[in-house]
């Protein structure tokens, strides 16, 4: 989205210094600035004051400042190459919070919060497919969910956008309240309450508490698109005066007949809804896409689309990266990459999918489940048991919870890595990997494709 450095400083009721600059994005990080973003350096556990002159040397063309790094009273900074444009903020993160809403303003009526405990980003990914069948749609990149994700999401849509698809995560009660604020969506999806973060919610109902104030924000003239199969989530239908669209496998308006998967685990099946029906094949793979893919369908269907485009739409879905991606290890082996985050209900879902690939031998290497609360070491007990139900070896990763002794429960990604290449797999074998985002076991994945 373009925006002039006038046009930036009335939004954030900032102080503009120097002279009038066109811009054609907002930038949080130096490495990705792109000629003509303004970057605005966030202030966390590193000074992002300090990577302004790398953020100017890259192209940006304008940069706001908080008031204890103003640049002075002059029109502009110098860094020797000329004359530079600076926007003096008092915060420069509520700037930039101030500034995702302003450009909400500019995004008409179709903007989609999508929220959940598991699958809202490849439900996300999923919608941003279908969507642009129809209309010019935009999404958030990869997990920008949070209060720096979603305004960036907001300011980077390209001007013309008709459909803004706007993931947001939840780390505590009142975040999700605190993005529908700035993101004002028209229609909100809600996957699964499930136990993710219960450190922070304490319970499930606590989670289900969280995920509803995106049902509470929208206008009666919006749509609440729920999944029917979660109670929790369907129980929502009494926190809004929204129109209600329900989706689901086992039940609600828009569903699936007749699932399949084929050889890479794309699901197959007839979607029947109250705009009509049409065969749909899945572009990823899992049985668990089979709702998130029926939530996309719903909402798309609920806004206008037609049932073909839709078809259409989930055929061509990608995912974002470390989701449910079948790679080849080097040795032939098959690698479910879906490290990217876990939780005991992802979790699940993920060995199940394993399970359901051709196989001589199934290998899970899994890490932790991060903020789990007081039950975490039991869910990680309950997945190692799960495995073993299954019939899968596990090999876990610096996580003593699963109760795995000896040789299967190593330090390191390196281990793991080794480990698995001594199990001398092939192409009639299957691997998983999986974690929560802070193991890192996406560097598992590039170990294995790596030629050894």
């Known amino acids: 989205m373009r925006f002039s450095t006038r046009e930036v400083s009335d939004a954030v009721h900032g102080?503009?210094?120097?002279?009038?600059?066109?811009?054609?994005?907002?930038?949080?990080?130096?490495?990705?600035?792109?000629?003509?973003?303004?970057?605005?350096?966030?202030?966390?556990?590193?000074?992002?004051?300090?990577?302004?002159?790398?953020?100017?040397?890259?192209?940006?063309?304008?940069?706001?400042?908080?008031?204890?790094?103003?640049?002075?009273d002059g029109d502009g900074a110098?860094?020797?190459?000329?004359?530079v444009t600076a926007i003096e903020v008092a915060d420069t993160a509520a700037a930039l919070t101030a500034l995702g809403g302003h450009a909400r303003g500019r995004l008409g009526d179709r903007v989609v919060g999508v929220t959940g405990s598991v699958g809202k980003t490849s439900l996300k990914d999923l919608l941003r497919a279908v969507g642009s069948t129809t209309w010019a749609t935009w999404a958030n990149p990869g997990s920008f969910n949070n209060e720096l994700g979603v305004p960036l999401t907001l300011c980077n849509a390209p001007d013309g956008t008709e459909l803004t698809v706007v993931e947001m995560g939840a780390r505590g009660v009142g975040h999700i309240a605190e993005l529908c604020a700035s993101a004002r969506p028209t229609v909100g999806v809600v996957t699964v309450v499930a136990g993710a973060h219960l450190e922070q919610f304490g319970s499930l109902d606590g989670v289900a508490a969280a995920k509803a104030e995106l049902v509470r924000a929208l206008p009666a003239s919006g749509a609440a698109v729920l999944n029917a199969d979660d109670d929790r989530v369907a129980a929502m239908t009494r926190a809004t005066e929204a129109a209600v669209v329900t989706f689901g496998v086992r039940g609600g308006e828009v569903r699936a007949e007749g699932v399949v998967l084929d050889e890479r685990l794309h699901p197959r099946f007839r979607l029947r809804s109250p705009w009509g029906s049409a065969p749909v094949t899945v572009g990823v793979a899992g049985r668990h896409q089979v709702t998130n893919a029926l939530g996309a369908a719903a909402c798309a269907l609920a806004l206008g689309a037609d049932v073909e485009a839709v078809a259409a739409g989930l055929a061509a879905g990608e995912l974002s990266a470390h989701r449910m991606a079948l790679v080849t290890a080097a040795g032939g082996a098959r690698v479910l990459d879906d490290a990217y985050n876990a939780n005991p209900t992802s979790m699940l879902a993920a060995l199940d999918a394993l399970g359901e690939l051709a196989a001589r031998r199934r290998v899970a290497v899994l890490g932790t489940m991060a903020e789990l609360g007081p039950d975490g070491d039991a869910d990680h007990r309950g997945i190692a048991a799960a495995a073993a139900e299954r019939g899968i070896e596990l090999v876990t990763v610096a996580e003593a919870a699963y109760g795995l002794d000896g040789e299967r429960a190593v330090a390191d990604v390196d281990a793991a890595v080794e480990l698995v290449r001594s199990l001398d797999l092939d192409g009639r074998d299957a691997v998983l990997v999986k974690a929560s985002r802070s193991a890192g076991l996406e560097r598992v994945v590039a170990g294995l494709v790596a030629a050894g």
């Open 78 to 83: 110098d860094d020797g190459g000329g004359e």
């Open 15 to 72: 102080v503009h210094r120097g002279p009038e600059v066109d811009l054609r994005g907002v930038s949080i990080d130096s490495r990705s600035v792109a000629p003509g973003d303004l970057f605005v350096p966030i202030v966390a556990a590193r000074d992002g004051h300090d990577f302004i002159p790398v953020a100017l040397a890259a192209g940006a063309a304008a940069h706001l400042t908080d008031r204890d790094h103003r640049i002075g």
